[in-house]
Nanobody
Framework: VLLVESGGGLVQAGGSLRLSCTAS??????MGWYRQAPGKERELVAT???????DYADSVKGRFTISADSAKPTVYLQMNNLKPEDTAIYYC??????????????WGQGTQVTVST
């Protein structure tokens, strides 16, 4: 499964960006976003399941919204009130569980988000 991201860029603090990620097939059970800042480990930002259940990191709750269009299939991350600490490479994530419950994880190439003061 290929994941192709778009929408990163440079924005001032308090601004907004919208990330998009389109999968090459619709077999994924969940999609989402992780991020990695320089010198830090990759961390969860937000995920959404096929059923529409969402999960957010505490640091982005109330500012970021994840949504999905299963017909495409595409996942979006609307990021509002951005802060300099949101600066990172954002990676799209996809998960698929096979019929024998084996889990497959997929990653996009990453898109840079930079928030200036």
């Amino acid at each position: 499964v290929l994941l192709v991201e778009s929408g990163g860029g440079l924005v001032q603090a308090g601004g907004s960006l919208r990330l998009s990620c389109t999968a090459s097939e619709s077999s994924l059970n969940a999609m989402g976003w992780y991020r990695q800042a320089p010198g830090k480990e990759r961390e969860l930002v937000a995920t959404i399941t096929r059923a529409g259940n969402t999960d957010y990191a505490d640091s982005v709750k109330g500012r970021f919204t994840i949504s999905a269009d299963s017909a495409k299939p595409t996942v979006y991350l609307q990021m509002n009130n951005l802060k300099p600490e949101d600066t990172a490479i954002y990676y799209c994530y996809g998960r698929r569980r096979s019929a024998n419950y084996k889990t497959y994880n997929y990653w996009g190439q990453g898109t840079q988000v930079t928030v200036s003061t």
